[in-house]
């Protein structure tokens, strides 16, 4: 017979839900944005290389200044989408010591890693806690701030006749 300890819950039950997850995606798409335009920018150095014009050299100075724009606006939206548990930024690079559960892919550093998966699987693990998040977990917090909406409850009656119902009790 199994004990206890030995079962484990799968990365799916075990994560855990955002309460708001908007400022998540948008990071995660400026994000992906931003490594499209270096993909695009290394493209456009690549044609400079092979057809040295004028218009090859325009081309690259105009990538490489939309480059600098968007990585400039992904900067800050990555640095606004904070975790939930610790306020680390999982998104951006910190400088402090990662959690040892931490992942991160080949050739990408813990934040990109933590774009691409959320992207990919609308996942993250947050570096610095080590807590697995899920963006499309339905919050189950009922003090997290969304407002549950009770359509049962009987509406509220106006003000007007709430003053009308308490002149007919008083009198």
Known sequence: MASPKSKKLSIQRR??????????WKAAIFSFFFLLTVIALIASIIVFAIDQTQK???????????????????????RSASCPLCHGTP??????????????????????????RTIV???F???????????LKPVTNPLSGRK????????QPQRRQRRKT?????S
């Open 15 to 24: 994560s855990r839900s955002v309460p708001f997850p908007k400022p998540f």
């Open 56 to 78: 090859s050299a325009f081309l690259v100075v105009g990538v490489l200044f939309f480059t600098l724009f968007v990585w400039i606006v992904s900067l800050f939206i990555r």
């Open 91 to 116: 998104y951006f690079n910190s400088g402090a010591h990662k959690h040892e559960k931490a992942t991160k892919l080949p050739l990408l550093n813990h934040a990109i890693s933590n774009v691409v």
């Open 121 to 123: 699987n609308q996942t």
């Open 125 to 135: 693990r947050c570096m610095y806690c080590g807590q697995p998040f899920d963006l």
């Open 148 to 155: 549950k909406v009770d359509k049962k409850a009987p509406k």
């Open 166 to 170: 308490i002149k007919k009790e008083i």
